[in-house]
């Protein structure tokens, strides 16, 4: 496709009138839920991705009230304060406010919320000799198991059985 193969290139967008759909999950979205129906390529080797990019959103959802936007042409979203893409993982809510002044539109809105994930759990073992520099004491660790929640003490060199303890992170 000649496209560069590092940096930045510019992100293609494919819009449809909205329809009733599955997501990739399995979950039927109705035709009413969204303004308009949206794909992305992305990837090496280029693909559809099974979500879609809070970038591309943003942009999309600006141009679906502009009119003669291709994203205009095939959205039900002329004079919506929430641009809501359906997307293969679901819906995408965007809001927009887009002005008028003159010949020039004004972007004065693009706002998204997403939702936080946990990214990792897990333990960290400390050598005893860290908290030994640190002058660290306290009650958390016994050197065979995670301390409890509860606990906001580090452990003293004793309870660092061996070289060791986990704590959870």
């Known amino acids: ?36 129906l949206v794909r992305l390529p992305g ?15 943003a942009a999309t959802a600006v141009a679906a009230p502009l009119p003669g936007s291709v994203a205009a042409e095939v959205s039900r979203a002329q004079d919506a304060e929430t641009v809501v893409l359906g997307h293969p993982s679901g819906t995408f809510p965007v809001r927009v406010r887009v002005t008028r002044a003159g010949d020039a539109w004004h972007v004065e809105r693009a ?39 509860s606990s906001t003490t580090l452990p003293s060199r004793n309870q660092l059985s061996g070289a060791r303890c986990p704590h959870r992170v």
């Open 1 to 36: 496709m000649g496209l560069p193969s590092e940096g930045l290139v510019p992100i293609p967008v494919a819009v449809v009138p909205p329809a009733e759909y599955r997501t990739v999950q399995g979950q039927t979205v109705r035709e009413d839920e969204s303004e308009l």
């Open 43 to 57: 990837g090496r080797p280029l693909s559809l991705h099974k979500a879609f990019a809070a970038t591309a959103a």
């Open 111 to 149: 706002t998204y919320s997403r939702t936080a994930r946990r990214l990792m759990e897990g333990y960290a073992f400390v050598k005893a000799a860290v908290f030994a520099e640190l002058g660290q004491s306290g009650g958390a660790c016994t050197g065979t198991g995670p301390p409890s929640k």
